[in-house]
T-cell receptor, first 113, second 115 residues
Framework: EDQVTQSPEALRLQEGESSSLNCSYT??????LFWYRQDPGKGPEFLFT???AGEEKEKERLKATLTKKESFLHITAPKPEDSATYLC??????????????FGQGTILTVHP | GAVVSQHPSRVICKSGTSVKIECRSL??????MFWYRQFPKKSLMLMAT?????????EQGVEKDKFLINHASLTLSTLTVTSAHPEDSSFYIC???????????FGSGTQLSVL
């Protein structure tokens, strides 16, 4: 059974305090691993897609990495506006559409000024 | 700007009424759209896959007669919650697949409250 587990459930940081969020996955054939940001009462906002182990992608203060079993979202020198829930999701190979994703439960990030 | 538009953002209705939620892809054609449901502080649960011009595919445990999906054009999918009851109250989110770049974009969500 495909599973996605994110840790920690919640993370509180001081502004400028770098850290990482973890996403562990078990999937029968990975088609892509997705990171999204979700603000309260809003739909998820696309951040990254990673396809193969060793791949890395960056966007501003965020950097996503992928291994065969997990992905990390590194946040460098976070700011209060980075506070949100970060969702990890996997799409599996063999399906007719990559968009049928299995989501983790999310990590609630709070960055204090 | 948003590439997937979802309306309404919030709806309050009486028990027994039906509610329609629209999901539009704004600058690309989406042959496939997805409908998710999200409970407070929980992750997204896929309800169904909406395919343009054909019947939707529902996930296990989702009542297809309760949640009617129509995908009549390449840019529009609708979810109708029929005979809504308080237990249907939830945050519903649609997504559309842009196959040009394999990106999946989400709508802004609809908060449904059934009284």
């Amino acid at each position: 059974e495909d599973q996605v587990t994110q840790s920690p459930e919640a993370l509180r940081l001081q502004e400028g305090e770098s850290s990482s969020l973890n996403c562990s996955y078990t999937v029968s054939g990975l088609r892509g691993l997705f990171w999204y940001r979700q603000d309260p009462g809003k739909g998820p906002e696309f951040l990254f897609t990673l396809y193969s182990a060793g791949e890395e992608k960056e966007k501003e203060r965020l950097k996503a990495t992928l291994t065969k079993k997990e992905s990390f979202l590194h946040i460098t020198a976070p700011k209060p506006e980075d506070s949100a829930t970060y969702l990890c999701a996997v799409g599996y190979a063999g399906g007719t559409s990559y968009g049928k994703l299995t989501f983790g439960q999310g990590t609630i990030l709070t960055v204090h000024p | 700007g948003a590439v997937v538009s979802q309306h309404p953002s919030r709806v309050i209705c009486k028990s027994g009424t039906s509610v329609k939620i629209e999901c539009r892809s704004l600058d690309f054609q989406a042959t496939t759209m997805f409908w998710y449901r999200q409970f407070p502080k929980k992750s997204l649960m896929l309800m169904a896959t909406s395919n343009e011009g054909s019947k939707a595919t529902y996930e296990q445990g989702v009542e297809k007669d309760k949640f009617l999906i129509n995908h009549a054009s390449l840019t529009l999918s609708t979810l109708t919650v029929t005979s809504a009851h308080p237990e249907d109250s939830s945050f519903y989110i649609c997504s559309a697949e842009d196959r040009r770049n394999e990106k999946l974009f989400f709508g802004s969500g609809t908060q449904l409250s059934v009284l």
